[in-house]
C-alpha cells in the first residue's frame, strides 16, 4: 500500500528496478477501471475499451465531416451519466454548443409527436436559428429547456471571448483539475501558436496539453482539423498523416480517430448517414487500429446505430475502395457488441 501511494502522487523521474515499481500495480490498474469513460458510440467503445483516466483521445476529419458532433456526443454521454465534463468550445460562438443541443432534442420531439412529411422535411437548424421555424417548435422549447438543464447539469462549456494560448489552458485546467471528470478542447488548432516556427510551436501545444492530462489524472478529447489533401490521392478516408502541421501532435495522443461520409454506402433513408470511423491509433493494443468501422448516423435520433461493419480500405485504380470483412474474420471485441446488438 505505501508503494502504491508513493506512486500515484506526482514525482521526480527517476530510474527505478521492476520489483520496486511492481507492489500495487494490480490496486492501481483496478482503481483505474472504475473511472473509464465511455464514447457512447458502440465501434469506439468496443475497440478502444473506453476513455482512460490518462488518455488523450484525437478526433480528426474535415470540415463538416462531424468531428464537433462526436465530440459533443461524448461530452452529453458523460454528463447524462453524471460525470462532469468541461468543454473548451474554442472555434463557436456564445451558447452556440447549447444551442446545438436544444435543436437536436426539439427535432426528436418533433419527429415523435409528428407524422407529417411535410414538417419533418421542414426541420433544419439554420432555419430554427433564425426563427422562421417557431410556428412548429415554440410549444415544445420550454420542456427542452428544463430537459436539458436536468440532463446535462454537469456539462460546463467555456467560450473564447479574445485570445486563447496553451498557458491559458494549462492555469484553467489546473483550477478544475480536482471539478472535472472529462476535458473536451474543440479544437486544437485554434489555440494561439505565437512560436516563429508553427511546427515547433504546434509541438509546444500538444506537449503541454499530454503534461497537463498526466500530471492531473484526468483524461482530454482533443478534436484537430486534417490538412488539405491532393484531390489525385481519392481516399475515401483519411489516416493519421492527414493531421494539419506537426506530427508531434499524433506523437502525444494514446488513442486516435478518424472520421469521413461514407457516401459511397447508400442508406436509402434521408436522416441515416454512413460514416466511416478509421481506429487509427491505439497505443495500449496496436491490434485495435487494423480495420475501419462503416456505422450510421441517424439524424432522427441524434446518436450512431449500435451496429456496425468492419473492413479495410483498398486502393483500386478507380480510387479507394472499402472491403467488408466476413464476420467470421471479425475479433472477439467486435462481436461480443454486435450479438447483443
Known amino acids: 500500500l505505501v508503494a502504491f501511494f508513493r506512486r500515484a502522487k506526482p514525482c521526480t523521474a527517476r530510474f527505478e528496478s521492476l520489483a520496486e515499481r511492481m507492489p500495487g500495480e494490480r490496486e492501481e490498474r483496478l482503481s483505474w477501471a472504475s473511472r473509464i469513460l465511455p464514447f457512447g458510440v458502440s465501434l469506439l467503445d468496443a475497440a478502444l475499451g473506453g476513455i482512460f483516466p490518462l488518455d488523450i483521445v484525437l478526433v480528426g476529419a474535415k470540415t463538416g465531416a462531424g468531428k464537433t458532433e462526436l465530440a459533443a456526443m461524448i461530452a452529453d454521454e458523460n454528463s447524462k451519466a453524471g460525470k462532469r465534463v468541461h468543454y473548451f468550445a474554442l472555434e463557436a460562438e456564445d451558447r ?4 446545438r443541443r436544444k435543436y437536436r432534442l426539439l427535432a426528436s420531439m418533433v419527429y415523435q409527436d409528428t407524422v ?12 430554427w436559428y433564425a426563427g422562421r421555424l417557431d410556428d412548429i417548435t415554440a410549444r415544445y422549447e420550454p420542456i427542452a ?22 498557458a491559458d489552458f494549462k492555469r484553467i485546467f489546473s483550477e478544475i483539475r480536482n471539478e472535472t471528470d472529462l476535458v473536451v478542447v474543440d479544437h486544437f488548432h485554434v489555440i494561439d501558436n505565437d512560436h516563429a516556427n508553427e511546427n515547433r510551436g504546434q509541438k509546444q501545444i500538444a506537449q503541454t496539453i499530454a503534461d497537463c492530462a498526466h500530471e492531473i489524472g484526468k483524461p482530454v478529447v482533443l478534436v484537430a482539423h486534417l490538412r488539405k489533401t491532393d484531390g489525385k490521392q481519392r481516399k475515401l478516408v483519411p489516416d493519421l498523416d492527414d493531421f494539419h502541421g506537426s506530427s508531434d501532435l499524433v506523437k502525444v495522443v494514446k ?5 469521413a461520409p461514407a457516401h459511397d454506402q447508400a442508406t436509402g433513408e434521408r436522416h441515416l448517414w454512413n460514416t466511416y470511423m478509421n ?8 491490434t485495435r487500429t487494423r480495420y475501419v468501422g462503416l456505422i450510421t448516423f441517424d439524424a432522427k435520433t441524434n446518436s450512431y446505430q449500435r451496429r456496425f461493419a468492419l473492413g479495410r480500405m483498398r486502393m483500386t485504380k478507380d480510387g479507394e475502395k472499402f472491403e467488408a470483412l466476413d464476420t467470421s474474420a471479425y475479433p472477439t471485441w467486435a462481436l461480443e457488441v454486435l450479438r447483443d446488438a
Open 279 to 286: 481506429i487509427a491509433k491505439c497505443r495500449a493494443d496496436g
Open 96 to 99: 452556440e454548443i447549447e444551442r
Open 116 to 127: 407529417s412529411r411535410a414538417t419533418h422535411a421542414r426541420m433544419n437548424f439554420l432555419d
Open 255 to 259: 488513442k486516435a480517430v478518424l472520421l
Open 145 to 166: 429547456d428544463a430537459a436539458l438543464a436536468a440532463r446535462h447539469k454537469t456539462l460546463h462549456t467555456y467560450y473564447r471571448v479574445k485570445a486563447f494560448s496553451a
